[in-house]
């Protein structure tokens, strides 16, 4: 069974830092790229970052280059999401996405930023 | 960055069919943009029923396809269930040195 489990979330200062973690079992996490994607409260999806496969390249969405990094450990099947600099318009649930066709989601670890 | 417009919601009767577009101020949507095509009810994950503009998983009910229809992505639902009613995303990949990627707004699919 494919499993994708985020952990990390929670209520945070403007200004401060979390690392999301997402755990991948079941499917082949190293051969894949994987994916961090948010949604907002009441608001649609809204992409991250990207990761490849080797962790060679990633790509970062405007919003939140130069504060956010991705990275993943192939031998254990882990995918980060280090975020710094925190804003208020950062709070929504994160999910983590994987697999050879982007089939495969997590139920999401929720972020809030809060004075 | 583009813009991926869908529209924000459409009705369809149950046993129906209806067409669900996804287009880019960049210019008309091809093979090249991979697009993706998501479905999420209140209170759920996403969950992927279309890659790849045609492509469907083992689970995507037979009565999605999709297709690239007058330079857009589209979604077609042929035979609306009741349990179709949810917001559907697409996604598309922008090519180039910087390869990102950018959701639509989401369609608010009603079954009524």
């Known amino acids: 069974e494919v499993q994708l489990v985020e952990s990390g979330g929670g209520l945070v200062q403007p200004g401060g830092s979390l690392r999301l973690s997402c755990a991948a079992s079941g499917f082949a996490f190293g051969s894949n790229l994987m994916t961090w994607v948010r949604q907002a409260p009441g608001k649609g999806l809204e992409w991250v970052a990207n990761?490849?496969?080797?962790?060679?390249?990633?790509y970062y969405a405007d919003s939140v280059k130069g504060r956010f990094t991705i990275s993943r450990d192939n031998a254990n099947s882990f995918l980060s999401l280090q975020m710094n600099s925190l804003r208020d318009e950062d709070t929504a649930l994160y999910y983590c996405?994987?697999?050879?066709?982007?089939?495969?989601w997590g139920q999401g670890t929720l972020v809030t930023v809060s004075s | 960055q583009a813009v991926v417009t869908q529209e924000p919601s459409l009705t369809v009767s149950p046993g129906g069919t209806v067409t669900l577009t996804c287009g880019s101020s960049a210019g008309a949507v091809t093979n090249d943009h991979w697009p993706y095509w998501f479905q999420q009810k209140p209170g759920q994950a996403p969950w992927t029923l279309i890659h790849d503009a045609t492509n469907k998983h083992s689970w995507t009910p037979a009565r999605f396809s999709g297709s690239l229809l007058g330079g857009k992505a589209a979604l077609t639902l042929s035979g609306a269930q009741p349990e179709d009613e949810a917001e559907y995303y697409c996604l598309l990949s922008f090519p180039g040195a910087r390869r990102t990627w950018v959701f639509g707004g989401g369609t608010k699919l009603t079954v009524l």
């Open positions: 990761i490849n496969p080797d962790g060679s390249d990633k």
């Open positions: 996405l994987g697999g050879t066709y982007g089939q495969y």
